[in-house]
């Protein structure tokens, strides 16, 4: 059974940075897409980052440029690191992965199959 666990989430003031991690149990990590996604009171979930099995790597707008994700296969562990936070980046942040997300897929959430419980971010101005 997959397992992926979120961490690294607090309050931090506007402009600070945080670097969440998400660690992934009960599969072959390397062949995985992992995915970060957030979700804000009262808005949809929307497509943060994303890094392939080739650590490819995929960004929403909103983060190009602010937030970095890379992965540690032998740690079995992708980190976020978002930088210059604003308080529009308050949500909580999930990770989610799959083996078998095409690239035209990679931004879709519905698209991955396994998600963590998530991690709150909170950014104060």
């Known amino acids: 059974q997959v397992q992926l666990v979120e961490s690294g989430g607090g309050l931090v003031q506007a402009g600070g940075s945080l670097r969440l991690s998400c660690v992934v149990s009960?599969?072959?990590?390397?062949?995985?897409?992992i995915g970060w996604f957030r979700q804000a009171p009262g808005k949809e979930r929307e497509f943060v980052a994303a890094?392939?099995?080739?650590?490819?790597?995929y960004y929403a707008n909103f983060a190009e440029g602010r937030f970095t994700i890379s992965r540690d296969n032998a740690k079995n562990t992708v980190w976020l690191q978002m930088n210059s936070l604003q308080p529009d980046d308050t949500a909580v942040y999930y990770c989610?992965?799959?083996?078998?997300?095409?690239?035209?897929?990679?931004?879709?959430?519905?698209?991955?199959?396994?998600w963590g419980q998530g991690t709150q971010v909170t950014v104060s101005s």
């Open positions: 009960g599969s072959t990590f390397s062949r995985y897409t």
């Open positions: 989610a992965g799959d083996t078998g997300i095409i690239l035209s897929s990679i931004r879709g959430g519905a698209n991955y199959d396994h």
């Open positions: 890094i392939r099995y080739n650590r490819a790597t």
